[in-house]
């Protein structure tokens, strides 16, 4: 039973890894995969349709780049002091609410992000619109923080408290105890809880359709629009013909989403493994 | 008892690989095409700009037949056209004309599309009201969506960037203004691309410099606040013709565009009944009711 379970969870992932790279292969060789290394993405046009995945690509990486730049210290900071330094009360007023950022659905944050971050996010830096990398990242920390946060608190948790009680009779102050000792010893913990972050920001669609402006544009610059690979799916898969080259182009878009969250994935279970002491 | 279980899932997994194949994608609605069999659900999918119009008609056709059951949906006219060639809709309502292409994918899925002109749209350029600019030429408007008009200066306003909002590419208007102002060139790489009419409205009303185009009735019918619709020159030399009713049935507005419904094959049954409403004299009423212009 239990084995009948597990077995159907590993055959749907290869049969999704096989639907994808069926509906995908004919691209391979009618336009070419070189087509896919082009600098521009547009797929409908009355001149010429460049199926170029790198500004989609760039566009993922420079937003996800930017949210974990945000995430990781209020995630980290946040675990740390409810692990180790919040009363209970504290605790059990904070805990509650992370629970409930993280279940507010991701529409209606992208809903939040197009009428209050991005006039915020627009005045602040004076931009002529509110539509671009900047207001996305913000989002996607919002949605990132809440997953980072209780899996780095799990992993601070699980030091074991002879670690912190040798520390502190050695004469270490509090303080120098958690930096020097309790986090250290978490790091596995932490870094795959930020891996964990990564995967779900990569994969978010519908907050950074809304607020991202979604322009092909290979940019590093974080006030630019952009458009992520998720957001073209999400926009474009509706209209294409069955079929067709633009059809194929977008399901490759899906196996480079695909690749790099499983990539991800096993990547934190590794690191996890490996400093195996803690899970 | 292990090999038992293995078994299954080697079954469940055989099973699932052959559901996947492509089989007759029918939605098991009868369009009609056997006499005399009243098909009591009809299925319309396509244009966004379309949407409200159609389910305007919806309404109107079910209050009268009670035993018909309508369902409209929008997504863009691609979206409806591609419904229309795998067979998920009996109509598709199209805010531009079906490509050859699709048109080539259609037949090869057995289905024939019959385009029937419904009604006629004007698209509206808008801009933010505090922009003093009021009128431009085709060219300029054309220049600004393409990127070699890139500061409001160039075209007779203050000095500020032009923010180009589109629709996306699968949006019927997306096309036709791709087609006829931008004169086949591509969108610039800087324009902003928002998943819908609303969200280009609402992203107009917020930023002064930017500009965008939706269709006539979503522009003017709500009576939307902070936007300014732009009269438009067919050429430098030609008066500014602001659009409305009168100037897109007369033709006088340059941009404006037949709206269509399409079928899988010769209209019949249900299917005719509703075209033929939309067609006659209380459908043509409601297309000027929702800021269309009639095709009468």
Redesign the interface.
């Known amino acids: 039973m239990l084995v009948a379970a597990a077995s159907t969870s590993i055959l749907i992932v290869f049969l999704i890894f096989l639907f994808l790279g069926r509906e995908a292969a004919p691209f391979i060789s009618e336009p070419g995969l070189g087509r896919l290394l082009d600098a521009k993405w547009i797929p409908v046009s009355f001149q010429e349709e460049h199926f170029g995945l790198l500004p989609l690509i760039s566009g993922s990486v420079l937003v996800t780049v930017m949210a974990m730049i945000i995430t990781v210290p209020f995630s980290v900071l946040g675990a740390i002091y409810i692990a180790e330094v919040a009363r209970p009360l504290e605790r059990e007023l904070l805990k509650p609410f992370i629970e409930i950022l993280a279940s507010i659905p991701s529409v209606v944050l992208g809903f939040f992000g197009l009428v209050v971050l991005a006039p915020l996010v627009k005045g602040l830096f004076g931009l002529q619109t509110g539509l671009n990398a900047m207001t996305g990242a913000l989002l996607l920390a919002l949605m990132a923080i809440p997953t980072v946060i209780s899996i780095s608190e799990d992993a601070i948790m699980s030091v074991p408290s002879v670690y912190k009680r040798a520390s502190l009779a050695l004469g270490a102050s509090r303080l120098q105890t958690i930096w020097r000792v309790v986090v250290p010893a978490a790091l596995p913990g932490i870094i795959a809880a930020v891996m964990l972050g990564v995967g779900r920001v990569v994969g978010e669609t519908m907050a950074v359709l809304m607020v991202t402006g979604n322009s092909a544009v290979i940019t590093f610059s974080p006030l630019h629009s952009v458009r992520t690979m998720t957001a073209t799916i999400a926009a474009e898969m509706g209209e294409v013909p069955f079929g067709s080259i633009h059809y194929q182009a977008l399901f490759w878009v899906g196996i480079v989403l695909l690749v790099v969250t499983f990539l991800l994935n096993v990547l934190a279970q590794r690191v996890l493994k490996k400093y195996g002491m803690m899970k | 008892m292990?090999k038992i279980?293995?078994f299954?899932?080697g079954l469940?997994?055989v099973a699932?690989?052959g559901g996947?194949g492509s089989g007759d994608r029918d939605t098991g609605v009868d369009t009609g095409s056997s006499a005399g069999t009243e098909a009591r659900y009809l299925t319309i999918k396509g244009s966004d700009t379309m949407v409200h119009l159609v389910s305007t008609w919806a309404e109107d056709f079910m209050a009268s037949r009670p035993e018909s059951e309508i369902s409209v949906t929008g997504?863009?006219s691609?979206?409806g056209?591609?419904a229309l060639?795998?067979g998920t809709t009996d109509i598709c309502a199209a805010s531009r004309s079906i490509k050859e292409?699709?048109r080539k994918?259609a037949t090869d899925n057995g289905k024939n599309p019959v385009e029937i002109a419904v009604a006629r749209d004007g698209i509206a350029v808008i801009v933010n009201q505090a922009n003093p600019v009021s009128e431009l030429s085709i060219d300029q408007i054309g220049g600004i969506f393409s990127g070699t008009v890139t500061n409001w200066q160039e075209v007779g306003g203050p000095d500020?960037?032009i923010?180009v909002l589109s629709r996306?590419?699968?949006s019927g208007t997306?096309?036709f203004f791709?087609?006829h102002v931008l004169n086949?060139?591509?969108y610039t790489?800087?324009?902003?691309?928002?998943?819908g009419t609303s969200?280009v409205v609402?992203?107009v009303n917020?930023?002064?410099?930017?500009i965008g185009y939706v269709g006539l009735g979503f522009a003017t019918q709500k009576g939307v606040g902070g936007i300014k619709v732009l009269s438009v020159k067919p050429d430098q030399a030609s008066p500014a013709v602001a659009p409305s009713e009168e100037t897109v049935r007369s033709g006088t507005y340059a941009i404006a565009r037949p709206l269509f419904l399409y079928t899988s094959n010769e209209p019949s049954g249900l299917v005719k009944e509703f075209i033929d409403y939309c067609l006659g004299p209380d459908g043509q009423e409601i297309v000027r009711d929702t800021g269309y212009v009639s095709v009468q």
Do not use: H, M, W
């Open positions: 292990r279980f293995f299954l899932t469940l997994a699932l690989v996947c997504g863009g691609g979206t056209i591609a060639i795998n292409q699709e994918l500020q960037p923010i996306e590419s699968s997306f096309i791709q087609e086949k060139a591509d790489q800087q324009a902003r691309f928002l998943p969200a609402q992203a917020a930023d002064r410099g930017a």
